[in-house]
């Protein structure tokens, strides 16, 4: 099969906020406990965090992690993770029937962030609790000193504010599994209030309202407008939630999963332009998808899972060469909506449907996933270009699919150019024509894809690297066109340079 496409400096679609590449750490399952933190694993630091797992965090680039839920902070007190450890209540924690001990909190996430050279997307509890207790959290963590919150801060150990600039306002408040689910209207007076008084005690900090929990609720669409009618001026971000699975075990189909993540985020764009209309308002309203993966493997394991355990193994998939294609479509199409979309989370970082896996007491290592999160990461910052693509399609339940998946991001600053590419087809090869005649001086200076024999290669504590990425001889240019053959189902991601005189 051949496609064709062009890239030009003309079609920029925007800037990458780094916080695209943001993830996710809930108190579930081992994501906290056997997996940032570990007292008693060889590898622990000195606050008892796994350097194994950090340094794989380092690894992928995740400029922000979103903490502590989820569906967990919906019941959240987050007091009970402050202050001397042996005061610390242990909870019997609803939204996934476990013990919380409370022994990591805020206290020590806001450092584990530090060492992972991330920042925290901190989340208040607007399902059980409400503005007052959101208020009182900002002041704990930003306010310098003086006031009773600030104090206590100081008391337990942390002098300098935590300087958290991103929150968000509860998680997933139209889903009946949440703890205090709301109606919409309910949600956006309680997220109003809240933004105010939180914005009151620090004006810096940016707020994420809450979207709908998936874009099939039946409350979708109309629950953003409601909301976003009650809190448009004082939040600066909605978001959106998405995650995906082969059920019906289809992989071509499954491969066509990032065209309903692109409709998603349209429709979003829409319904929030519709409210900036009907307000009359300057203000744009960017987008936060602070969920978004695959997550369907574990379903049926975490039913057998008995509850009331602390950090049981819970949402353990393991994901596939096919999953990693998918999380590369996915990126591709947060990237080409990076005009509206700035700020993503993959959900989520550690074991939790995660590209990191630990064993307690024993190894880490990388899923699939890890691999094209980290090439978009390291390569995707800079300038959107769009793609002028004319490629083969074929029919998917999403919709019409084109073979090729792709986007181009331009870093100016370095003088590089990368095309991140998706071959969906399973047998054929992609014979590209890509012209970069907009950018002359350029030449091909890496090449690596991630394939693998089977679209069911897994990464596991036994076989830690079955999938890895693998360097490609550099393309040939003829004329400004670049002519790689994308391998049947590849990410590829492929990083021209101006050549040095
Ligand atoms: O990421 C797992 C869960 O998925 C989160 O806790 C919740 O917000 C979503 O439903």
């Known amino acids: 099969m051949k496609a064709k496409l062009t890239f030009s400096k003309s079609f920029p679609i925007g800037d990458v906020d780094p916080r695209l590449y943001g993830s996710f750490i809930e108190h579930l399952g081992r994501a906290v406990y056997g997996g940032i933190y570990e007292p008693t694993h060889p590898a622990a630091d000195d606050m008892g965090f796994r350097r194994d797992v950090l340094e794989l965090v380092r690894k992928l680039g995740v400029p922000i992690v979103r903490y502590p839920g989820g569906n967990f902070v919906s019941g959240y007190k987050w007091e009970d993770g402050t202050g001397p450890r042996s005061l610390r209540p242990r909870r019997a924690e609803l939204a996934w029937k476990t013990i919380e001990t409370n022994e990591i909190g805020i206290d020590e996430f806001q450092e584990w962030a530090k060492r992972a050279n991330s920042e925290v997307m901190m989340a208040v509890n607007l399902g059980t609790r ?48 949440q703890m205090g689910a709301k109606t919409a209207v309910e949600y956006g007076r309680t997220a109003n209030e809240a933004a105010k008084l939180m914005k009151w005690v620090d004006p810096s900090i940016e707020l994420v309202v809450c979207g709908s929990s998936g874009s099939g609720m039946a409350t979708f669409g109309k629950w953003e407008a409601t909301v976003l009618d009650h809190t448009y001026e004082n939040v600066d971000f909605l978001s959106l939630h998405s995650y995906y699975g082969n059920r019906d075990n289809n992989t071509e189909n499954f491969l066509a999963c990032s065209l309903n993540m692109d409709q998603f985020i349209s429709s979003v764009v829409s319904i929030c332009d519709y409210v900036k209309a009907c307000k009359r308002s300057k203000k744009t309203m960017m987008l936060s998808f602070d969920e978004w993966n695959v997550w369907f493997h574990s379903n049926e394991a975490d039913k057998k899972i008995a509850p009331w355990q602390i950090a049981p193994p819970q949402l353990e998939d393991v994901y596939t060469m096919e999953d990693a294609l998918v999380v590369g479509c996915l990126l591709i199409t947060l990237l080409k909506h990076a005009d509206r979309v700035k700020m993503a989370c993959l959900a989520q970082l550690v074991n939790v449907i995660a590209p990191i896996m630990t064993q307690n007491n024993g190894v880490a290592w990388m899923q699939t996933t890890f691999f094209p999160f980290m090439d978009a990461s390291l390569y995707g910052r800079g300038k959107v270009l769009a793609p002028a693509l004319d490629s083969p399609k074929y029919e998917s339940s999403y919709g019409d699919a084109p073979y090729v998946e792709t986007v181009g991001v331009y870093n100016e600053e370095k003088e590089e150019f990368t095309v991140f590419a998706v071959n969906r087809s399973l047998t054929e090869d992609m014979e590209m024509d890509i012209d970069l005649r907009d950018f002359p001086g350029f030449a091909p200076k890496d090449y690596h894809i991630l394939t693998a024999s089977g679209m069911k290669v897994t990464n596991t504590a036994e076989h830690p690297w079955d999938v890895l990425p693998m360097a490609l001889p550099l393309p040939e240019m003829d004329g400004g066109i670049a002519k790689p053959s994308l391998p049947p189902h590849s990410w590829n991601v492929l990083v021209f340079g101006k050549k040095k005189d």
Do not use: H
């Open 130 to 177: 409400g503005p007052e207790e959101a208020r009182e959290l900002v002041e704990y963590c930003n306010f310098k000193g003086g006031t009773y919150q600030s104090d206590r801060r100081i008391k337990n150990g942390f002098k300098d504010p935590f300087n958290i600039k991103t929150w968000c306002l509860g998680n997933e408040m139209d889903g009946p599994w």
